[in-house]
């Protein structure tokens, strides 16, 4: 719903210029790009918006993830799959154990990825915002892992910040 609004940000100029009837809310909610409430601290590289859901309780949730250019996450795992659509910007990835800017790969806007089960990876954005639309199921938290994919033990959110780009 709000990833579409990004694909047509040109037309919501368009829409209010030719003064056309705006959808009844009650019957289709939506926000525009500069009307969505992200939540977190741009500065710590990365923000959210939530769809549907709350990616902290149990149960389905879909949202937006905005990370800012050159910031990444850490090698991780995630126990439940994910499923990633890329709505903007080139989302850089990587399978590796290791942290290294070198052993990343762009997926390009309009990409549909998934985030497989216990399955390492990590990624982040290079030169560019990029914004992602993320589903999954909780609980499925980030498992970071060491340079041989061994599990490290659990840490607070905060005290695992996104890398920036090093």
Do not use: C
């Not at 892992?145 to 490290?152: H, I, M, R, S």
């Amino acid at each position: 719903m709000i990833g579409a609004a990004f694909a047509i940000a040109a037309s919501a100029a368009l829409a209010q210029d030719a003064n056309y009837p705006v959808p009844d809310p009650a019957n289709i909610p939506f926000a525009v790009p500069d009307q969505i409430q992200w939540e977190g601290d741009a500065a710590r590289g990365e923000q959210q918006y939530k769809i549907f859901g709350d990616p902290r309780k149990p149960g389905w949730y879909g949202i937006l993830l905005k990370w800012y250019a050159g910031y990444y996450s850490k090698p991780h795992l995630h126990p439940i799959v994910r499923y990633v659509t890329v709505i903007s910007g080139h989302w850089w990835v990587s399978s590796s154990n290791v942290y290294d800017l070198g052993k990343t790969y762009p997926l390009p806007p309009g990409t549909v990825a998934r985030d497989e089960a216990n399955t390492v990876h990590w990624d982040g954005a290079k030169d560019e915002l990029v914004v992602l639309e993320i589903v999954g199921e909780e609980p499925a938290p980030n498992v970071y892992v060491d340079e041989n994919g061994k599990p490290l033990p659990p840490r607070t959110p905060a005290a695992q910040p996104a890398a920036r780009d090093q």
